[in-house]
Nanobody, 120 residues
Framework: QVQLVESGGGLVPAGGSLRLSCVAS????????MAWYRQAPGTQRELVAD???????NYADSVKGRFTISRDNAKKTVYLQMNMLKADDTAVYSC??????????????WGQGTQVTVSS
């Protein structure tokens, strides 16, 4: 019904930058809040940032001032610009979207995740 595909992960030295993208496709009527989560080995998944359909953003304290979430509604895409990366940012980053699909249902969907590794 709905697919979310992330890209942009990789290996980067501490202090570097990466930009993640997540594209939604499928039987979509509208996409409400879109978000990025991350999970490091041995830890629980945590919210990194989210953005409403109107553009209101919210960030985890640990990334404020370093990460920026944005979206292009026409392209059904959400981005995460990550600057001043630290070793603690190493994790699998996953995209989440609250989607209204053709047929009337509204559900959360997840991407498969993309690995971000920051070398110290």
């Amino acid at each position: 019904q709905v697919q979310l595909v992330e890209s942009g992960g990789g290996l980067v030295p501490a202090g570097g930058s990466l930009r993640l993208s997540c594209v939604a496709s499928g039987r979509i009527v509208n996409i409400y809040t879109m978000a990025w989560y991350r999970q490091a080995p041995g830890t629980q998944r945590e919210l990194v940032a989210d953005i409403t359909i109107g553009g209101t953003t919210n960030y985890a304290d640990s990334v404020k001032g370093r990460f920026t979430i944005s979206r292009d509604n026409a392209k059904k895409t959400v981005y995460l610009q990550m600057n001043m990366l630290k070793a603690d940012d190493t994790a699998v980053y996953s995209c989440n979207a609250d989607v209204w699909i053709i047929g009337g249902a509204r559900n959360p969907y997840w991407g498969q995740g993309t690995q971000v590794t920051v070398s110290s």
